[in-house]
């Protein structure tokens, strides 16, 4: 428990969080610059309050390997209970695991202390509320804009909280291995990254069939082997190497809290999050007719098609694994997924991004399905197409850039989906301009049959930014 004069403290101090970390999905900083103890402190207090006054009381903490993660969790507890609240303790591991403590034992809400993908020097907090709640759901946007307001006027409940430990890991492990069905053994290799996932899956492997070869399993913020993003494809050459070595089926690999999935195939070729997937919609799509699939904007327009081929209904949404996963409860949406290698199941799970589930979905998928992940991949269409083109632009000028380039289109009487930025559909194919809503950039990317069809999207692109005042970066 608290002494009087720390709570006293506590609660007489106001609070200003650097605006630089109140993302729009997320609280995350620099470590020591922009994120501090006192941040967490406050952001337990404001947090508490939110889920008392939303009529809760439970809240499951967890935490990331990050060397500096039990410090900010210590704070953070601190924060929760000068509330009221109860707090129960699931201690390290992936965020999807504070997700599924949440659901399994009923709590009103959690929050997980993760930098996420992001450097070792960073830190930060992911929150949801229970869906049973007023404002229920992942806190996201202006959620999270509230709760910073809070800190600063001092806007507090207080009381009398507790503290207790959960050890929720074995229950998770099941769980995980539910929905797995009894196929072909596979030879698999799995690239923890030396992020949060690696206890769970160096358990996990034990109770599956096949032969599973561990790359970077122990948990070790530092990320001493390389960085733990799967979406860069310099982070993937350790699993590519394994994968040829070991003669693997394919490669699975995890960001540092294992809620994005990457994978490599038999050949050792990257398969993109779309084209995942459009693996995973294979599958759905038979026990869910008709039923809606969610892809974020950057995705493949093969995808799109392969969906509707496939008797779903595509859905083009938001970038952001908060959008994601409220556009699937408004649709009721059994599978979404976005490039960046976040994967929603519904059918059969939470609905919620987890990737060490979506990685014993396809290790069930192929072993049954009597294919190659690679011969998946090779039914989709090729197509040519940029990387995700990110370039700086001061926060108060990106998202005028994009207004300003969509007023143009829709002068020329362009194709235009306007859901996030401005995508552009021409003959030759399309492309993507987008403001991020975690950094001050914008985002651009663009597909097309063939090269030539991708230069005049290029050029398309690059004129309109250049009547903005911008140059399109070299891709």
């Avoid at 090269?451 to 290029?458: E, F, I, N, V």
């Amino acid at each position: 428990m608290m002494s009087a004069v720390a709570q006293a403290r506590i609660q007489d101090m106001p609070h200003h969080f650097d605006p630089t970390i109140i993302r729009e999905y997320d609280i995350r900083g620099i470590v020591g610059k922009t994120l501090h103890i006192d941040d967490a402190r406050a952001l337990g207090r404001a947090f508490g309050t939110m889920v008392v006054r939303a009529g809760g009381r439970r809240v499951v903490v967890g935490y990331d390997g990050r060397t500096h993660s039990p410090m900010f969790e210590a704070a953070l507890i601190e924060g929760l209970v000068s509330t009221g609240a109860s707090v129960e303790c699931i201690g390290l591991g992936p965020t999807p695991m504070l997700y599924f403590a949440a659901a399994h034992t009923k709590a009103d809400a959690g929050i997980m202390v993760t930098g996420s993908h992001n450097p070792a020097d960073q830190n930060g907090f992911k929150m949801l509320l229970a869906k049973n709640l007023p404002g229920g759901g992942p806190i996201y946007g202006a959620a999270i804009k509230k709760l910073a307001a809070m800190a600063a006027m001092d806007d507090y409940m207080t009381g009398v909280g507790s503290v207790s430990t959960t050890d929720i890991m074995d229950a998770y492990i099941t769980r995980l291995l539910q929905d797995y069905q009894n196929g072909k053994p596979l030879n698999v290799v799995w690239d923890c990254g030396n992020g949060a996932a690696g206890d769970v899956v160096k358990r996990l492997v034990e109770k599956l069939p096949g032969k599973h070869t561990l790359l970077f399993a122990d948990i070790d913020g530092r990320f001493p082997n390389h960085h733990p993003d799967p979406t860069e494809p310099h982070n993937l050459e350790d699993l590519r190497r394994a994968v040829a070595e070991q003669k693997a089926d394919f490669g699975i690999a995890f960001d540092g809290d294992a809620d994005r999935i990457g994978a490599v195939d038999e050949h050792g070729r990257i398969v993109a999050g779309d084209q995942l997937l459009a693996v995973y919609a294979t599958e759905v799509l038979k026990t869910h007719p008709g039923a809606s699939v969610i892809a974020d904007v950057k995705a493949s327009q093969v995808l799109f098609d392969r969906i509707a081929q496939l008797g779903g209904k595509p859905v083009m949404g938001k970038t952001g694994h908060s959008l994601i996963k409220v556009k699937m409860a408004e649709t009721n949406a059994p599978l979404a997924g976005e490039m960046s290698g976040h994967v929603f199941f519904a059918d059969k799970y939470y609905g919620y991004d987890d990737a060490i589930y979506a990685a014993v979905r396809l290790i069930s998928l192929i072993g049954a399905s009597g294919k190659s992940l690679a011969a998946f991949r090779d039914e989709l269409p090729a197509v040519v197409n940029t990387p995700e083109l990110r370039f700086p632009v001061e926060e108060a000028r990106k998202f005028a850039v994009v207004d300003e380039v969509k007023a143009r289109l829709h002068m020329l009487n362009a194709n235009v989906n306007d859901t996030d930025g401005v995508r552009v559909l021409t003959d030759d194919g399309w492309w993507l301009l987008r403001a991020s809503n975690t950094q001050a950039v914008l985002v651009a990317r663009a597909e097309a049959q063939n090269d030539a069809g991708l230069a005049r999207l290029k050029a398309q692109l690059a004129g309109q930014l250049e009547a903005s005042g911008l140059s399109l970066p070299v891709a």
